[in-house]
């Protein structure tokens, strides 16, 4: 079932600072944090939050009792998400890293993450800018792609992935993706909400593709769960 998600609404993340250039909080945040809440994490189990951009979510994760490590390979996001943690007197332990390479040889109860996955008029992945924390190729699965490679070595037999996207990156590829790496993975929620600026920037190019029909005016929202086989 597919719901409408309302405008961000007040909560952990409108407190949230952010640096020039880091990701702020927006729909699909609250949207993750909201089915964080759902998870019932059990006193001190492992969270690690992949691409944590402002640490929003590892904040709330440490809240809600868990052992949080995030991660991001931005300087200025790993400075952020200190400072966040820092501010809401939580702990947080924050690396810096391109994905996992930063907490190798290691595994946790869950794994969060909320990457870039807008798809973008460039196939290559940014290395510098605000646009990093979005664009993630034609497809918007450079990132989506390699979380899903990778889960089965950094989610524990009895833990979980919880990873958000758009609908317009073929949530129907991240499930075939995660289970031909082991994982059993369903669409766990979908939500609709307006556009934001990235996505009404290049609507024309991206009706020409074929990933938006003329007078869609709202972007689906997927958020995938997946645990070991």
Same mark, same amino acid.
Do not use: K
């Given at each position: 079932?597919?719901?409408?998600?309302?405008?961000? &609404?007040?909560?952990?993340?409108?407190?949230?600072?952010?640096?020039?250039?880091?990701?702020?909080?927006?729909?699909?945040?609250?949207?993750?944090?909201?089915? =964080?809440?759902?998870?019932?994490?059990?006193?001190g *189990?492992?969270?690690?939050?992949?691409?944590?951009? !402002?640490?929003?979510? *590892?904040?709330? @994760? &440490?809240?809600?009792?868990?052992?949080?490590?995030?991660?991001?390979?931005a300087?200025?996001?790993?400075?952020?998400a200190?400072?966040? @943690?820092?501010?809401?007197?939580?702990?947080?332990?924050?690396? +810096?890293?391109?994905?996992?390479? *930063? %907490?190798?040889?290691? !595994?946790?109860? /869950? %794994?969060?993450?909320?990457?870039?996955? %807008?798809? &973008?008029?460039?196939?290559? #992945?940014?290395?510098?800018?605000?646009?990093?924390?979005?664009?993630?190729?034609?497809?918007?699965?450079? =990132?989506?792609?390699?979380?899903?490679? #990778?889960?089965?070595?950094? #989610?524990?037999?009895?833990?979980?992935?919880?990873?958000?996207? !758009?609908?317009?990156?073929?949530?129907g590829?991240? /499930?075939?993706r995660?289970?031909?790496?082991?994982? +059993?993975?369903?669409?766990?929620?979908r939500?609709? %909400?307006?556009?934001?600026?990235? /996505?009404? !920037?290049?609507?024309?190019?991206?009706?020409?593709?074929?990933? =938006?029909?003329?007078?869609?005016d709202?972007?689906?929202?997927?958020?995938?769960? &997946?645990?070991? @086989?």
């Open positions: 079932m597919t719901v409408d998600l309302p405008l961000l &609404a007040p909560g952990p993340t409108a407190r949230m600072v952010t640096l020039p250039g880091v990701y702020v909080p927006q729909h699909d945040t609250r949207f993750l944090m909201a089915a =964080l809440d759902r998870e019932r994490i059990r006193p *189990a492992d969270v690690l939050d992949l691409g944590t951009g !402002s640490g929003a979510l *590892a904040v709330r @994760a &440490a809240q809600l009792g868990g052992r949080v490590t995030a991660v991001d390979i300087r200025r996001a790993v400075l952020t200190r400072l966040n @943690a820092f501010l809401s007197r939580q702990r947080v332990t924050v690396r +810096r890293g391109d994905l996992t390479t *930063a %907490v190798s040889h290691r !595994s946790y109860d /869950l %794994v969060l993450s909320n990457p870039p996955y %807008v798809p &973008a008029p460039d196939a290559a #992945v940014p290395r510098h800018g605000p646009a990093r924390a979005w664009d993630a190729g034609h497809d918007g699965r450079a =990132l989506v792609d390699r979380i899903c490679d #990778v889960a089965p070595r950094v #989610v524990r037999p009895q833990g979980a992935l919880l990873l958000v996207h !758009s609908g317009l990156c073929d949530a590829e991240t /499930l075939r995660l289970e031909r790496a082991g994982m +059993r993975a369903t669409v766990h929620e939500a609709l %909400v307006p556009f934001g600026p990235v /996505l009404r !920037s290049r609507l024309p190019w991206l009706r020409e593709r074929g990933l =938006l029909g003329v007078g869609e709202r972007e689906e929202l997927v958020i995938i769960r &997946a645990e070991h @086989a």
